[in-house]
Each structure stands twice: as structure tokens, then as C-alpha cells.
């Protein structure tokens, strides 16, 4: 360790709450050890804890990376991720960082964005980053920092975090960091109080078929006159629960639309360059504009799909039950509405059945079925959107329960609601 | 005069018209998929009560099928068929042949220019038509298309199909294509060793004949030393095939340019007999796994020796030599939870295969490769079917490595 490093580490932990340098104070003395300690980047800690494992984290923004690894790694679309593990159970854990990014980079990855071959073979070039680089297993008792090196995420760094133990024990963390920059929908709502406690309806299996049934076929405009595209997606599941599959399943948040982002957005479509956060309009059910928007983008920002999520007042089994629409972008076209729109494939079964797919590939769903309530609309009489855009479906809304731990393509459960798809 | 103004515009307007319609509204036309020609190289696999066939268009195939050059848009149509003699009814899984699939009217769309408003309609219809459909009734059967991304070489794909009666179906596809030939295609597998030189082991004799086994790779001649063999794979050849497909490995095509740097190095005087490459989204940079058939077996089960590297491209050099990444482990590391997420690892033990060589002293191969490493050898048992997360059993070999 250089003297410049440690110079760094002693003004990291100045600036940090008690909590850590009570932490980093118990950590085990001995000369490996420490050496192994990273500071974090900046006073934007974020802890969370369960069983015998916490952890915290902090993400750098782009001048915060800059003055630590001395390069600008934003602009090569690296995005460090600082975390903290501390390990307070008898079983060995060991960390694993493609659940933060499928793509991370290793530190010689990063190290190559930035320098030539000539320079890489250089051990002080790469050890930049090695040596501040997290490590994987984490001893019974032990505290371990470090980096993880990850794709950028603008606004809110969304990732989850997994951890398994020696002991046959699994810990799922997701964490929501706001970096400088971006404005999100995540966390607007506070789900707790959507309702009043009275307006919470617990249904059985035949009250929750009945009560999904009943709910509106399509979302409206803020007036509440004017029908939508279809609430075709439905889901039984806590928030944490959720948020963990989606972001397992590669799905992004979104960002509210402003004016600054509309200019991204339409930027980024001429361009192709991929702007990950383009904005969803507002869509209205219950009266309010969605509680969750995420997307889940493709081969570039024409390619992407969109989903909306309300939370129903109804509880199945003690789990919020949360009504939905998803679209699949195709292109861009223009239109007299909104100027520009995204052009939206009119076949939202086959939208509804991959997102289904995507899901539970990811591991995320325990059962699944289905239930009318939308109302069918032939391939030959197709409704229309609020933006104009053609749809034609089933008329069946599919019902995906949330697990809370992985389940396997095996372990998925069919649940019959009383309907089935007949054909796609 | 002011009946005259508008004249001029509006007959040009007019002739504008006539010429756009000339050469842009064109009807559609497209070919009975029935009588198309690649349905002669239809690949059928049954399991239990289903039966699933697959066959692959090639971009001239394609063209001639719906009018429309699809390969130079980057989408690749494959054609599946379902039959299904069960009970029960049983739902394809599209994501599962390609988890980014276009959908039939995104193709439709991105073909949309240069058609008659009843062409276009006509044309969107075709396709939509031609898209299989995702539920077989028992006794049914269901034939169509699902709109893929396009990758040169063998088309490989899983077909996953679950059941209403709790029950997973996953058949995996090699459709090789014209033209191409995978590195491992030109190995002759089956007389590779004699059956005296096949050891069988089982899990308490394992551990041990990997420790014995070679550290590391060599030169053509066998005297200097090459990388080290920091990954065994036990699999089924299914489970292999399977694992690389789920875990979006690609195969190289026979003595290509990528895998120069591979075929340097040998195990028992031979080449790698599989190099498999996984290439960043948002760069240049790829993890390349090289595989060797051991005389091994375990259950039944082919055991391979394998080296897992990371392949840096130097950006700023107009050759663009490449090179791998001194640090083996995280290549190893990735590995491991690639595979793990994917639903392809059943078992993971770590052996020792050399000894701890420190970054501030790398050891140099025979082709100038200087690499550092804790010396464990991460020996991943796959699963031919989808294993949870939390399934994923520790051999309790080497303890785990620290990173």
C-alpha cells in the first residue's frame, strides 16, 4: 500500500458514520486484512443486512471514479460499484458479481479501455484497479471492501447482490443508489400509503380471479375518458421480491419524462446510441399514473420494451396484487399527440407471453396463470391506444406469482384460474 | 391568375405521385413454406410423448420465402415443429431459442418501406401467420417460425417446453448451416482414445486423477510449457452443448484468425478440440474457453481439461495483436457464475493444479503469455437439465478461492 493510498483511506473514513468506523475497527488485525480494506468513495452509504450478513455500498459518480482511479472511467462505461461485506456468522461467504452485472468487467477489462498493450503489461497499470478490486470470499467474521467494475448505470444504480455461504444459505440483496444526474420514478411511491388500511381487500383464489376480472380493461388518459393499451400482466409478489426478478431479468428503471430527456430520448433514436433511461408518458389506473415504470432494452432504443405497474388494493396470502401493461417498441414514429412515440407491436399477446418468458427464465416465478377482464380484440377489428396505435388480443390477462427464493424451469407451477390462451 | 397558381404544383405533385407509386407500391408475394427446400435438412428429436423438429433457412432461402433479405437485417428465421402425443398441453418457450427474439410484426416492420398500404398488410399478415404458435393441445400439432439474431456457423438453440402436468421438456439443437465448420466438427471424437486408455472413475476416485493430470498446456513439440488447465468440465456431451448454449457461448469456425492464440497450445500433442468465444456487448474484449477431451470418465460422463482466459484487444494498435489476461482466476470465476446462472451447474469443487504464482513474479508460457494465478483448478460438473441457484452442490474439495 503507498502512502498516497493510505492518505485516501484516512480521509474516506473521516468523512463516513460511526457505524463504519465502528466496523472497520472490529475488522481483524492483521496485516493481510487491512490490506484488503478499500474506502469508499463518498458519504452516499447504503447498508442493508439479513441473517449474518451486511453489506454496504456506495457508488462514485463520474468525477468521484475520476479522482480515485485517475482515469475517466464513465466515459468508457465503467461504472464501479464500492462494497463492504461483513461477514458476522461461522460460514465462509462468497460473493458473486455477475449477479450485480452479467457483464462486469475485470479489472485488466478495465484497465484495456484505457491504455494500450505497452502500458497493460505493466504491473502498476493494472494494479490501479486490482488492487482496490473486491474480493470474492469472504471468511467466517471477516470485513472485506472493494470494488466491483460494472456497466454505467445513469440516476439510480439499480443491481442486486448475491451471497452464498458454506452453509447452504442464499442472501438477495437489492440496492437502489442514486447517483447525481437523473431523475427516477423508484421510490416516489410510498406503497404503504397508497391505501388506507380499510381500503385493503384480502382475497382467496376464487376473490382474486373475480377481483382481477373486475379491475378495468385498459389504462387511461389523466382525464380518465379515454381508454388505453391493455392491462394485460398481473402480478402477486412484494416489492422487494419484485424489483429483484426485474433487475434479474435485465429490466432497467425509468426516468419520469422532462423536457431535458425528451431531448435525450429523440438524440439517442437518431443516433441509435442507446440512451438505456428513455421516459415513459404517464399512463392513468385507480386514477393515478403507474407506480412502477421499467424497461428492458434491446438491440438499440427503437428495440425495447416498456412496463407499467399499479398496485391493486387487493392482498393474496398477505402479497400485494399489482395490475399492468407492457409494450414492445418496434420503432419510432411520429405523431400528432405526443410528437414522437414509439411504434408499438399491435400483437401485445405475444409482448405479454415473452415478458412471462423473461421472467421466468430469470427464476422468478413460483406459478403462474390466467384470467379475462381485458376483452378480445381480433387481428381484423383491432382497438386502438391512446396514441393511435393498432392492438389486437385474447382479451386474457396472465397472473405471475413473485418467489421469493429461484425456482427452476422445472419447478414452475400452472395454476388453472378457469382461462387459457388458444392460441399463441 | 389565381386559378392558375396552384396548377404547376399540383400537377407536379401529381407526377411525384404517379412515380412513387411506380416504384414503391409494390403488392406482395411470398412462397408455400410447404414446398420450401430447406425443410430437407429437418432435425427431429423425440422425448417421452413430443416430438420437436427444427430446420434452418439460409439467407438465400430466406429471400426467396417471403421476398424479403432478413440475414442482411441481422434476423435469422428458424422453423420449429411441435407434435405432441401426451395428455396434457404443453407451452413452447420462444425465449428459450433465442431470449431476444424479434417478434413476427417488429420483422414485418423493419421491412416495411417499398410496399402498396395492401402489400405492407398483406405482407405483416404472412408473417404473423408463419410464427409458431406457443401452445400444443395434446394430440396436436403445431408448425411455424420464430425470428431470431442471426450468428454465422452451426445454429444451435435449446427448445424448452413446460407442461401443464408440472414437467419440463428441453431438447437442444445443432442445425448446421452451409458453408461452415466448427473446430470441433473436424475431430474424431469416438477414436480419440482406445477403451484401454479410458479411465473410469467415480466421485471418490475423481478428485485424485484430476490432481494427477498435466498442470498445464505445451508447445506442438510437448517440451515447453504452455497456460494451465484451469478448468474441468464433466458433462454429458448434452449437458456441454447445453451449458454453452445457455450461457450464450459461441462456437470458431475451423482454423480461423480468432483462434490463432488457442491453437498454440496442446494437451497430448494435439490442439484444443473445441474453442468456444464469449464477446462483450459493449466492446471488444472476450472470455475464450478452450477444451480438451481427457481419457476420463466419470459415470459415463466425458471429462475435459480446459483453459478459460480473457482476451484483451489492444485499441490502440493498428495490427490489433491481442492478448489474454494475466490474471486466469477471474476468467475461471466468470465462468463459474456463468454457468451457474444459466441453470447448467450441478456440482463445483476447486483442485490444486499448480502452485500459487504471485503477480509480482508471473511465470512466462512458451508464447510469452505471463500470467499469475492461486493455482486452483476449478472443476465444474453440468447438469444436462435446469439447476436452481440455490441447488448448485459444493464438492468441499480446495477451499474456495479468495478471489
Redesign the interface.
Known sequence: MTSLHRANALNALLAIPVTMILSAWLMPANAEDTAQQVPPPNERLHVQAEGDLRLTSAIPGADEARDIFGVNLYSKNVQPVWLQVENLGDDDMWLLPLGIDAAYYTPLETASRHFGLERLLQPETVNQFQRRKMVRMIKAGEVRSGYIFSRVDEGTKSFNVDVVSTGDETYRMTFFIPVPGLRLDHYETNFDELYDAEEIVEVDLAGLIAGLEALPCCVTDAKGENFGDPLNIAFVGNIDDMYYSFLRAGWDETETIYKSSLWKTLKSSLANSGYRYSPVSALYVFGRPQDIALQRTRASINQRNHLRLWMTPMKFEGEPVWIGQISRDIGVRFTTKTITTHKIDADVDETREFLLEDMYYSQALSKIGYVSGVGAAPYDEPRGNLTGDPYFTDGLRVVMWVSSSPKSLSELKIQELGVWPQAR | MPLNKPHSPYWLLCLCGLLLVGCAGRPYVSQDIASAGFLARTVTQEQAAIRVSAAVPDAGETASLWGLSLYEKGVQPVWIEVENSSAD?VRL????ID??YY????VA??NRGGYSKEGRAAME?TL?DA?I???IPPGEKRSGFVFTHLRPGTKGFNV?L?S?E???YTFTFFVPMPGFTADYMAVDFENLYTDDEVTDLNIDTLRAALEQSPCCATDASGTQQGAPFNVVMIGTDLALDRAMLRADWQETELNSATTALAREQHYRGRRPDGTFIKT????A?RKELRLWLAPLQVAGERVWLGQTG?V??????QSA?S?I???ID??L??LI??T??S?SLQRLGFIRATNEVS??APTETFDGL?YHTNGLRGVLWLSE???????VV?L?WE?????
Open positions: 398441453t418457450s420462444i425465449w428459450s431470449s431476444d417478434s413476427p410484426l417488429e416492420w423493419m399478415r404473423y410464427a404458435d406457443r401452445r424448452d413446460i401443464t408440472l414437467r419440463s462483450r456487448g459493449d466492446g474484449e480473457t484483451v484487444i489492444d485499441r490502440f494498435s495483436p492478448l489476461s494475466p490474471d477471474a476468467a470465476i466468470y457464475q456463468n451457474w446462472y441453470q503477480p509480482a505471463r437439465e435446469p439447476v436452481g441457484l440455490d441447488d459444493n468441499e477451499s474456495m478461492p479468495r478471489d
